[in-house]
Every structure is written in structure tokens, then in C-alpha cells.
């Protein structure tokens, strides 16, 4: 009846062992995850990472556009997976990534957008506009998800987003 005892508790410990054993590989697991290891690429690691060309359905994006705003092909055109103050730089959005496409051109037929239904011309004097040398636009998942666009006056400072690359729309 001893022995059967001594051998109950020995197989008990065995268990006791392997819970804890269990238990303390469950909790680095979790540590490991909430460190960030195991999660899903961000966007501020995957633009270097990114092919180039682009994802067949940004650049079909990027050239519908720029045949819509009158300017194929674009002088230029960039896209990437940004994320971060580059996001935010550009599109003024604070989502965690997006695709964006930016074309560099002549797209001053946006104006017309922009100002609306026409005005009597007698009662108002137009002013010059500045034109419209770049557009981009941004979309919250791969495929096309929401989409945001937005465009420039100035000149398009390109080396300050560096997870564009530059690509033919």
C-alpha cells in the first residue's frame, strides 16, 4: 500500500511538473506576442520590402486617374505601403498604413471640381490658380478598401516620402 502511495504522488509530481512547465511557456508565448514578435508586418517595415511594380490594382487606379484628369502619361508617378509621419505627411491621414499612388503632371482639370457650378461671370472676377502639378490618393487596404485622394501646387518633393518608389502607370 506504500509503494502503490509513493507511486500515486511521483506520477502527481510528474503532472505538477509538466503543468508548470506548460503554464510558463503559455506566459513567454504571450510576452513574445504583446512584445510585438509574432504579429503581422507593418507598413513602416513592409515598404521596404515592397516590389516594384506596384499591386495591379493600384496601378490600374493610377491610370484610370490620370486619364480622368487629363495627363497620360504622367511625368512621373509613385507609390508604396506607407505608414506613420510619412502617411501622415502626405494625406494628412492617421490610419495605421495605406496604399497611395502619387502621379506627377499637369491635372489642373480638377479646378473645376474644386470651384463647383459656375458663377455669373459678370458679378465675379476670376483669380489665377495656381495649377495643379501632382495628385495622389490612398486606400486603406489591399484591392482598393476606403479610398482618400488629394492633390498639390507646389513641386513634388519625392525623396521626402522614401517609401515611394517610382513606377510606370
Given at each position: 500500500?506504500?509503494?502503490?502511495?509513493?507511486?500515486?504522488?511521483?506520477?502527481?509530481?510528474?503532472?505538477?511538473?509538466?503543468?508548470?512547465?506548460?503554464?510558463?511557456?503559455?506566459?513567454?508565448?504571450?510576452?513574445?506576442?504583446?512584445?510585438?514578435?509574432?504579429?503581422?508586418?507593418?507598413?513602416?517595415t513592409?515598404?521596404?520590402?515592397?516590389?516594384?511594380?506596384?499591386?495591379?490594382?493600384?496601378?490600374?487606379?493610377?491610370?484610370?486617374?490620370?486619364?480622368?484628369?487629363?495627363?497620360?502619361?504622367?511625368?512621373?508617378?509613385?507609390?508604396?505601403?506607407?505608414?506613420?509621419?510619412?502617411?501622415?505627411?502626405?494625406?494628412?491621414?492617421?490610419?495605421?498604413?495605406?496604399?497611395?499612388?502619387?502621379?506627377?503632371g499637369?491635372?489642373?482639370?480638377?479646378?473645376?471640381?474644386?470651384?463647383?457650378?459656375?458663377?455669373?461671370?459678370?458679378?465675379?472676377?476670376?483669380?489665377?490658380?495656381?495649377?495643379?502639378?501632382?495628385i495622389?490618393?490612398?486606400?486603406?487596404?489591399?484591392?482598393?478598401?476606403?479610398?482618400?485622394?488629394?492633390?498639390?501646387?507646389?513641386?513634388?518633393?519625392?525623396?521626402?516620402?522614401?517609401?515611394?518608389?517610382?513606377?510606370?502607370?
Amino acid at each position: 500500500m506504500r509503494r502503490a502511495l509513493l507511486a500515486r504522488i511521483a506520477v502527481g509530481r510528474r503532472w505538477a511538473v509538466a503543468l508548470a512547465a506548460a503554464s510558463l511557456l503559455a506566459a513567454l508565448a504571450a510576452g513574445a506576442l504583446a512584445a510585438g514578435c509574432g504579429t503581422d508586418a507593418t507598413a513602416s517595415t513592409a515598404h521596404k520590402k515592397t516590389p516594384s511594380p506596384p499591386p495591379a490594382w493600384l496601378a490600374a487606379k493610377a491610370q484610370r486617374a490620370a486619364t480622368k484628369w487629363s495627363d497620360v502619361p504622367p511625368q512621373h508617378a509613385y507609390w508604396g505601403l506607407l505608414s506613420g509621419s510619412e502617411l501622415t505627411r502626405l494625406t494628412g491621414s492617421e490610419a495605421p498604413h495605406a496604399y497611395v499612388f502619387v502621379l506627377v503632371g499637369d491635372y489642373s482639370k480638377i479646378r473645376a471640381l474644386e470651384r463647383g457650378p459656375l458663377v455669373s461671370s459678370q458679378d465675379v472676377t476670376p483669380s489665377p490658380e495656381p495649377p495643379v502639378r501632382w495628385i495622389w490618393a490612398a486606400y486603406s487596404s489591399a484591392g482598393g478598401g476606403e479610398e482618400d485622394w488629394g492633390c498639390g501646387s507646389s513641386e513634388f518633393g519625392a525623396s521626402q516620402y522614401p517609401g515611394l518608389q517610382e513606377f510606370t502607370p
